[in-house]
């Protein structure tokens, strides 16, 4: 079956370490990937995306994301984590005019 | 911009009775989507509107849910009769379009008993 899969369910880290999150997706042709973040009592929201042009996409909070179109991924990295990046992420891939579908979620927590 | 509203926030009611949830989406933003997310999964599409007309609903689970989207704007999901596996966190959620970002509201979480 078509689906994005996270390989992640749950990250623990320390603060100034390093993130990846991985994301896979199995679905053929053109896409659009997406990573939200959801906090700690707040609603989902777009932390970067990809459409087209360069693999490397920046978003907000230091995250960055790299397109890899012969492995169907689009991971998430972070350098240097903080405490405030403690939540839960989604990576998500839209099929050009059709509907939007999620991976399971990460949940990241960063010990100060 | 004011964001997508949702309400009630919560909602508790029994086995086989009947919820409804409202959102009003981003100001003219034709795409208008419902997630169920259960507690520890992401979020599954259930509907999928483009101005007011059904763009997918594969995945509602038709015998007991019901959306509309009357006049292209605000929407109300409907379920009746509930079921305990219904228990969970609807997301409604607006685009401007059918492929790019979207805008979630706060979600409705739904327990039942």
């Known amino acids: 079956a078509q689906s994005v899969s996270q390989h992640n369910h749950h990250v623990i880290l320390s603060e100034a370490a390093s993130l990846e999150l991985g994301c896979n997706y199995s679905y053929g042709g053109t896409v659009n990937l997406f990573w939200y973040v959801q906090y700690p009592g707040q609603h989902l929201q777009l932390l970067l995306k990809y459409f087209s042009g360069d693999p490397l996409v920046k978003g907000i909070k230091g995250f960055e994301a790299e397109f890899i179109k012969s492995k169907f991924s689009f991971n998430l990295r972070k350098p240097s984590v903080q405490w405030s990046d403690t939540a839960e992420y989604f990576c998500?891939?839209?099929?050009?005019?059709?509907?939007?579908?999620f991976g399971a979620g990460t949940r990241l927590t960063v010990k100060p | 911009e004011a964001g997508v509203a949702q309400s009630p926030r919560y909602k508790i009611i029994e086995k086989r009775q009947s919820v409804a949830f409202w959102c009003n989406p981003i100001?003219?933003?034709?795409?208008l989507y419902w997630y169920q997310q259960i507690l520890g999964q992401g979020p599954k599409l259930l509907i999928q509107?483009?101005?007011?007309?059904?763009?997918?609903d594969s995945q509602l689970p038709k015998d007991r849910f019901s959306a509309e989207r009357l006049k292209g704007v605000d929407s109300t999901l409907k379920i009746q009769p509930a079921k305990l596996e219904d228990s969970a966190v609807y997301l409604c959620?607006?685009?401007?379009?059918?492929?790019?970002?979207?805008?979630f509201g706060e979600g409705s979480r739904l327990t039942v008993l």
């Open positions: 998500a891939v839209n099929r050009r005019n059709n509907d939007m579908r």
């Open positions: 100001s003219g933003h034709a795409t």
């Open positions: 959620a607006s685009s401007p379009g059918s492929a790019g970002e979207l805008f």
């Open positions: 509107f483009q101005n007011n007309g059904v763009v997918d």
